[in-house]
């Protein structure tokens, strides 16, 4: 089935949805911790917020729709003005062939960041398209369901001073059902000695919040170095955390493997990552224990399947980051990935920072639990509320 038309559009909102107004002004770690704070949370420092819509039409009148993460719109600018060009005309059931295409064609300004999340909503759109074209949902294409169950994880607990609070955040999300919930950081670096005996009090707190049966995760951001990173392991080896994500920026690969040769806590990493290619890098490097691919940052689909099954020969847990419906596809396909990240909002934060998402159709989590898709395709419709500019494409 021939691909005739590759569209994208730039829309000014934040993908994350509710996960982004909480994070506009929660402290903890980030990549930029070294520098005086010009603001709060993260909002002083990040890009725009906005997405790359990418549609996909084919030669039969069917359509698909991909997104990936674009702030200030070059991933929408690569599509419109190159990477569409260079998919019209293939087939798009020959979807490693066009990924190829896609990846080659742009290495002399990609291979990583925005060109790859331009390809990535392209590949998802593409997968999409040819759901509704044979009417099956895309993890059936994928290889079908790969029988064992899968669980989401809370994501996040976010740092509060008052530990009561944290504990309440904690035990909101056990009450819902969750078997492994995950928490920020609110420490780093710049805190010194006070701020890493802070830390272990807040992981300490939430363990004790929590039964024997639930997992703990926790997210540093990108915002330690390895001193503070190795003194933190050491406090916390004992606690039974499931990991501690990204301690370091994604490009020390040799600080993320020494960290975990220390062998005191299992490190996670790869959400910043792109490509099979990055994600061999830290497979040779003994760099994770848990890979991390995002399905919107990675490549889309077909890339996430490689990564997962680079990983599977190497014997690593691929968690992808992010809840999405696209990963969802991806994760109930692949063996051994039993987990997906789940970004909810607590209901005590409020309605107020409550949004409207930009997509619905998305798979509800209940009681931990991700439903299966049951819409051909990736399963998602523009919502007209939340993006009237995406109206026609509805």
């Not at 949370?41 to 084919?58: A, N």
């Not at 099979?276 to 940052?297: E, K, N, S």
């Not at 051994?336 to 798979?363: A, K, M």
Request: aromatic share 8%.
């Amino acid at each position: 089935m021939e691909i005739i038309r590759v569209e994208a559009r730039h829309v000014a909102r934040s993908m994350w949805g509710n996960f982004w107004q909480q994070q506009k002004s929660v402290r903890g770690p980030s990549p930029m911790n070294q520098f005086a704070r010009r603001g709060d949370g993260w909002s002083w420092y990040t890009w725009p917020q906005g997405i790359v819509v990418v549609r996909v039409t084919l030669a039969d009148g069917t359509t698909g729709l991909g997104y990936s993460e674009d702030g200030i719109g070059a991933a929408t600018i690569m599509v419109n003005e190159h990477l569409g060009r260079i998919a019209t005309g293939l087939d798009a059931h020959a979807t490693e062939q066009v990924w190829e295409q896609l990846y080659r064609s742009s290495i002399v300004y990609g291979r990583k960041g925005a060109a790859v999340e331009a390809i990535s909503a392209i590949d998802i759109a593409i997968w999409d398209a040819l759901g509704k074209s044979l009417g099956r949902p895309v993890y059936q294409l994928l290889g079908g369901p790969h029988g064992m169950p899968v669980r989401a994880y809370a994501s996040k607990v976010q740092p509060d001073d008052d530990l009561a609070q944290v504990r309440r955040m904690a035990r909101d999300y056990a009450e819902r059902g969750y078997t492994g919930v995950k928490a920020n950081w609110p420490y780093g670096p710049a805190d010194g000695r006070r701020g890493l005996l802070a830390n272990l009090r807040y992981i300490e707190t939430i363990r004790d919040e929590l039964d024997d049966g639930i997992e703990l995760m926790s997210d540093a951001y990108m915002g330690w170095d390895r001193a503070f990173a190795t003194q933190m392991l050491r406090g916390l080896a004992g606690l039974g955390l499931r990991w501690v994500e990204e301690p370091l920026i994604p490009d020390d690969v040799q600080g993320h493997a020494m960290l975990r040769d220390l062998g005191l806590v299992p490190i996670a990493t790869g959400e910043h990552e792109f490509t099979r290619y990055g994600f061999q890098h830290l497979i040779d490097a003994g760099a994770a224990d848990v890979l991390q691919p995002d399905v919107h940052r990675v490549g889309g689909i077909t890339e996430l399947r490689r990564v997962c099954q680079l990983a599977s020969g190497a014997g690593i847990e691929v968690i992808p980051h992010v809840y999405s419906a696209a990963t969802l596809h991806v994760v109930l396909s692949q063996p051994g990935c039993t987990w997906i990240e789940h970004l909810t909002n607590p209901s005590y934060w409020g309605l107020d920072q409550r949004v409207e998402p930009l997509f619905l159709g998305e798979p509800e989590v209940i009681g931990g639990v991700p439903q299966l898709p049951a819409e051909p395709g990736i399963g998602l419709r523009v919502n007209e509320k939340a993006v009237p500019e995406l109206a026609d494409w509805a």
